[in-house]
């Protein structure tokens, strides 16, 4: 199995720009996750959910727009990039809610500039 | 809301125990995670305590009290590789998503 992966690895984009970033996962896990992480600020919740066709809002989400077509994979769009979303963004997915771990895709570091 | 402190880095020698704190101020406490961070590498899952109490696996070890709001994380005869960032991260609410807040991470180097 190859966990959860995501698409691309890093990306340069220029403000104003759009992209999509792409997160699978082969577990047939219910809950996918969209995480950015900063220096000092740690992993905060940018958008969730909870299972195929649906999303809900996380920590920050402002920028940020997801889908869940399919229950395996989780897409993360930014319409028009701004410099205060260059960070690494990480994916992740669980089986349920309660003590169930997560598990993390390796990261996509975006630049923008 | 939340307030999740750890310190920011530790230093260890290879060989020995060393203690990672964590306290935190939450709403809904709904269980607290902790998670190792490699250097340009994602999180990896560590440990989960719901109830007060210790939880060992091999050597690492973690404890709660939800009264103190406190946990810690237990690592004893430290390795090199050992050398990563470790997040404490606490999971608010009794239903819905598993949502976790973060703590910022504690980078601990272990030192030969």
């Known amino acids: 199995n190859a966990g959860v992966t995501q698409t691309p690895k890093f990306r340069v984009l220029k403000t104003g720009q759009s992209m999509t970033l792409l997160c699978a996962q082969d577990?047939?896990?219910?809950?996918m996750y969209w995480y950015r992480q900063d220096p000092g600020m740690g992993l905060r919740l940018i958008h969730y959910?909870?299972?195929?066709?649906?999303?809900a809002k996380g920590e920050v989400p402002d920028g940020y727009n997801v889908s869940r077509l399919k229950k395996q994979n989780f897409l993360l769009g930014l319409e028009s990039a701004a410099p205060s979303q260059t960070s690494v963004y990480f994916c992740?997915?669980?089986?349920?809610?309660?003590?169930?771990?997560?598990?993390f895709g390796p990261g996509t570091r975006l630049t923008v500039t | 809301g939340q307030n999740i402190d750890q310190p920011t880095e530790m230093t260890a020698t290879e060989g020995a125990i060393v203690q990672i704190n964590c306290t935190y101020q939450?709403?809904?406490?709904?269980?607290l995670f902790w998670y190792q961070q490699h250097a340009g590498e994602a999180p990896t899952f560590l440990s989960y305590n719901v109830l007060d109490g210790l939880e060992e696996k091999g050597r690492f070890s973690s404890f709660l009290s939800r009264s103190k709001g406190y946990s810690y994380l237990l690592l004893k005869e430290l390795q090199m590789k050992d050398s990563a960032s470790y997040l404490c991260a606490v999971r608010e609410g009794e239903t819905g998503a598993n949502n976790l807040f973060f703590g910022t991470g504690t980078r601990l180097t272990v030192i030969p």
């Open positions: 939450t709403s809904g406490f709904n269980g």
């Open positions: 959910s909870v299972g195929e066709g649906t999303t």
């Open positions: 577990m047939n896990h219910e809950y």
């Open positions: 992740a997915s669980s089986l349920g809610s309660g003590g169930y771990e997560q598990y």
